[in-house]
Every structure is written in structure tokens, then in C-alpha cells.
């Protein structure tokens, strides 16, 4: 097995400027360095592509099952109860064509129109597409971005007779907050307290920065879990954003039923394409050192950014201990995030993602968000264009 470096040499570019979409290489010109979507620039593991290889050699591709691929579903059974130590098997895992997706499933099982979900403020938009996209109604629950502290008080007082289900995201994209297990206890029981659903949106589970250690709520005691329904996906951790694989995994057989109906895959009109699921499985069964060498890399590259962004003008940044995304506090340049997000694409030739409404919630303003998952070559020389072009300010 050949050593990782995650260096340019691990970096496909002309690939990238062809298929990396999303606010990324294959969306600006060539110039522009893209620190925006959460998507790592370099090449996934050799055994997930030798995997989907194997089964593309067979050229056989017939419909799989909706509910997904039997060894999919038992792989990612076995690892969640390894990795995640959840209690699970395979009969309550249903693959989904990415975490996002998952997202909007969950919402629509657990809300009717004119329902009340709690979501973060701030937090990624996808919680409050979801919400709205099932007729229901997000409720925000403020939390702080360089501390992570939240109020309990705040969320009880959140609750009304229409309130359904708290979403929770851990890692917490943008902010790179863990959760402790102390936490989410608390949060667990508030839920069961009130009866209410959480979705756990657990898609950067995997990025965690030591000493911070990563818990699902799933795991805390068995009455949270009842109460839990998690989202998983391969994009941020392997790479694999454009094969539209994630699952949903359910408390019990009758919620796994219910959000089977929901999703409508066994209409056959939505479903995984069976090769996402082959390249799903060849990750959690053969690529898990790739993710710690990632890791490693990454933390370097945490460092770095968060060193380097404290460095310039107007600027101060937490240190996060999740997610490769760096969540600056750009208030004191005088500018908000969307002028300031235009300031660095025209005169730094970089682009980032504002703290606007739209992406994250109204807590975001005042934030701008910066990925951090490629090269050291390259993070350097964008964070290097921003601070020259703060300087000019």
C-alpha cells in the first residue's frame, strides 16, 4: 500500500476542472481558487474504483432491489454497530442517492403540513429546505459559533403543541462543532421528554480532530434511540459526492417501513443506482485507512488555515474540531459576508461561501465559510491571495 501524502501529485486536476461542480473547480475560471463546497479535491481510495470496476467488467446492469443491495445494507449494519456502536442490522438500513436526500425523507415522515421543527441557527440550508419541502415549518435555535455553548432553557421554551422533531447536525457544518456525549444526552432526553423525532444528520461523523471525540446520539441510551433517525453519506469522508450514495437508518422495523413508503423506492421510480452501492461498500470495507490518512492531512491543514486566517486584518477564526470547513468572523473588515465574498473572488481571485441567510440561517451573517480539503499547496497560496487582498482594504 502506498504511503499518502495528499499532495498535488493526489490531486486529478484537469478531472477536477471537468467534473467538480458545486461552486467548485468546473464552475470558474481557471484562475480562481475554490474554498467553497465541502467536496475533497483529491482522488478517492484505488480500492473503491477497483471495486466499481470489477462490477462494471461483468456488464450486467440489472435493476437491485429498492430497498438496496443486500451486502450494501449488511455492510453498513456491521459498521455501524463497530464503528458507531448502534444497535442495528441490516433490515433497517435503506440506501438513499445522497445524505440530502435522506434529509428530505426523514422530514417528510416525521412532519405534516404546518409542523414545527427545531433546527440550528446557524446550520446548513439543506435542514430548512427539508423542513419546508414536507409543508412544515422551521423553528431556530440559536447556537454560538466560536463557542458551541447552546441554551436548553432556549430550546424548551421552543417547543409548542405543533413542535415534531429537533434536527441536529454533528459535526456541525459550518461551525466544525462536536458534540459531547453530555450534550447530546441532554438534547436526547429532552426529545424523548417531549416526544419529539430527531433527525441526526451524522455525514461528517468521521471528520473528527483530536483529543474531540465523536458520539452518535443513537448510541446514548436505548429510549434516545427510539426516538432517532440518522443520515449518512459518502461525500465528505471518501469522496464519492458524485455517486449519490447515503442511508437512512431507522430506530425499528415499523419506522423503517414507513420511511420505505416515503422515500417511494419501491415504486422504482427513486433508488440507488447499484454501483453507488458497490462503491458505498468497497469504503467502509476496504478504505478506512485512506479516511485516517485524510485525517491526518486535514488536521495539518485546520492548522494552517486557522493559524493564517487569525494572521489578517478584520479577521478571527475558532479553531474547529470537525468538518474541514473554517468558519471566520469577518465583522470587524467593515464589509458583510456577501460583499465580501464578491471582494475576494474580484481582487483575490479566491472563492468562498457567505454567511448568508440562504446557506446557513440569519445567526451566519458576519461569517464567511472556507473549505479547507485539498492541498496544502493550494490552501496556502488561496489564504495567501485573501490576506493580500484584506491588506488593500
Known amino acids: 500500500m502506498q504511503q499518502l501524502q495528499f499532495n498535488e501529485a493526489e490531486i486529478n486536476m484537469p478531472a477536477l476542472r471537468k467534473r467538480a461542480y458545486n461552486l467548485r473547480w468546473a464552475t470558474l475560471p481557471e484562475q480562481v481558487i475554490p474554498l467553497t463546497a465541502a467536496d475533497p479535491d483529491f482522488q478517492c481510495a484505488p480500492e473503491i474504483a477497483e471495486a466499481i470496476n470489477a462490477y462494471t467488467n461483468e456488464r450486467v446492469f440489472a435493476y437491485g432491489p429498492g430497498e438496496g443491495l443486500p451486502s450494501f445494507r449488511q455492510t453498513i449494519a456491521a459498521t455501524m454497530r463497530s464503528r458507531r456502536n448502534i444497535n442495528t442490522h441490516a ?39 427539508a423542513v419546508q419541502a414536507a409543508g412544515g415549518v422551521p423553528v431556530y435555535f440559536p447556537i454560538d459559533v466560536a463557542t458551541g455553548s447552546f441554551d436548553m432553557n432556549l430550546l424548551q421554551s421552543l417547543v409548542t403543541p405543533k ?7 454533528n459535526p456541525h457544518n459550518p461551525s466544525g462543532k462536536v458534540f459531547t456525549r453530555e450534550e447530546l444526552t441532554a438534547i436526547g432526553e429532552f426529545a424523548v421528554a417531549n416526544d419529539l423525532w430527531i433527525m441526526s444528520d451524522e455525514i461528517w461523523s468521521d471528520i473528527v480532530f483530536a483529543p474531540s471525540r465523536y458520539t452518535s446520539i443513537a448510541s446514548v441510551s436505548p429510549a434516545i434511540a427510539a426516538h432517532t433517525i440518522t443520515v449518512y453519506g459518502f461525500s465528505k469522508s471518501f469522496g464519492l459526492a458524485g455517486l449519490r450514495v447515503g442511508f437512512i437508518l431507522s430506530p425499528n422495523a415499523l419506522v423503517h417501513a414507513g420511511i420505505v413508503e416515503t422515500s417511494l423506492v419501491d415504486t422504482t421510480a427513486y433508488g440507488v443506482s447499484t454501483i453507488s452501492q458497490v462503491a458505498g461498500q468497497a469504503a467502509y470495507e476496504k478504505a478506512w485507512y485512506w479516511v485516517e490518512a485524510f485525517i491526518q492531512h486535514l488536521t495539518q491543514m485546520r492548522d494552517v488555515t486557522i493559524e493564517k486566517l487569525n494572521a489578517m ?8 474540531q470537525g468538518c474541514y470547513l473554517a468558519f471566520p468572523d469577518i465583522r470587524a473588515t467593515g464589509m458583510n459576508s456577501e460583499t465580501l465574498t464578491a471582494y475576494l473572488l474580484e481582487h483575490a ?22 473549505c479547507f480539503s485539498t492541498s496544502r499547496k493550494i490552501l496556502t497560496e488561496g489564504l495567501d491571495r485573501i490576506a493580500h487582498a484584506l491588506q488593500k482594504l
Open 91 to 129: 433490515d433497517l438500513v435503506l440506501p438513499v442517492d445522497s445524505a440530502a436526500q435522506g434529509m428530505f425523507v426523514i422530514a417528510r415522515y416525521c412532519l405534516q403540513p404546518g409542523d414545527e421543527a427545531i433546527i440550528f441557527d446557524p446550520v446548513d440550508f439543506l435542514f430548512k429546505r
Open 313 to 320: 486584518p478584520g479577521i478571527t477564526c475558532h479553531t474547529p
Open 349 to 370: 481571485q479566491v472563492a468562498v461561501v457567505p454567511g448568508a441567510e440562504k446557506w446557513f440561517g440569519p445567526g451566519a451573517e458576519g461569517h464567511i465559510r472556507i
Open 163 to 169: 413542535t415534531r422533531l429537533i434536527c441536529l447536525c
